[in-house]
């Protein structure tokens, strides 16, 4: 009983560890004749990839993925969808130190209590390397998404990380590309890198919350009590490593909020149903309502760190432990395009079951 699937019509296993060979994800329910090809997977990869600037691990992976089945002459066949991604510059003697120690804030100790058994170099399978094959799945689900229903748009972003928060009066979606941090505020970038350089070289990480929309999703996907859109988004971002909550539209803010100010209105436009606002997240009762679909996770600090933590060996002796190599001193920064990744999934699993329910892309009880 290894659940490595995700996913209902659209499913993903992933498969592979940290410091493995190469790691990878079968998708499985991808409809035929979907334009894919190895650059337009990679496109998406090097967003996640590691070593590209002073601000992540300096592990430096290319992550170029391969196509291994299910895709002939640039169209996908239908069949299984085999993609593997080599790891190229594991060092796995940074990790002996630790090979009988458990490290705090990590699946070490409960990887063990499960199993009696791990791979103790940089994490094996509770590795945030895994969701490298997220990523290439998400690019299968984005390339068919924008085949069924043209406009569907994905984004992430930071809005956290530590005390650096967003400022929403000076949200620029065209900043969000061009720094560090996917940071839709351009001008603050340069302060978020001043804080977090300072928490690197003070040996210490932080963590970071991040938003996920997507815009041009149409109403109807998802349905009633089990098998919610809002319900599978937030086991996907909470299946996402390092993650520890989730919210949908407004999420725990909604407690502060009366019932006058949370309702979102509803008036009729020349297009069909408006609504006054989007506290709900685009999605009521389980089911998409046509709006933007907004997600936040917040992702926990490295654990990973230089700075000494207490912990024990497997034989119970208590013991320090300083995790050595190349970390993230905020993962969150990587983790963005991780989230893109899953929206798009179960985006693309809602609409096949749609489909498969209703026979319809959009949605079946017209308004007006």
Known sequence: MSLNTFGHMF???TWGESHGPALGATVDGCPPGVAVNEVMLQHW???????????????NEPDAVRILSGVFEGKTTGTSIQLMIENTDQRSRDYGDIANTFRPGHADITYHQKYGHRDYRGGGRSSARET???????????????????????????VRMGAMALDRNRFD????????????????????????QKLRKDHNSVGAIIEVTARGVPAGLGAPIYGKLDTDLAAAMMSINAVK??????????AELMGTDNADEIHMGENGPEYSSNHAGGILGGISTGQEIVVRFAVKPTSSILSPRASIRMDGTPTEVVTKGRHDPCVGIRAVPVGEAMMACVLLDHLLLHRGQTGAMGPVGRIG
């Open 245 to 254: 909550g989730v919210e949908i539209g407004e999420g725990m803010a909604a």
């Open 11 to 13: 499913r993903v296993t």
């Open 45 to 59: 990869l090097d967003k996640r990839r590691p070593g590209q600037n002073k601000n992540m691990t300096q592990r």
């Open 132 to 158: 490298a094959a997220r990523v290439a799945a998400g690019g299968i689900a984005r390339a068919a998404l924008d085949q069924l229903i043209p406009g569907v748009q994905v984004e992430g972003y930071m």
């Open 173 to 196: 979606r065209d900043a969000i590309d061009r720094n560090d941090f996917w940071l839709p505020d351009a001008e603050a970038a340069p302060e978020w890198e001043a804080y977090l």
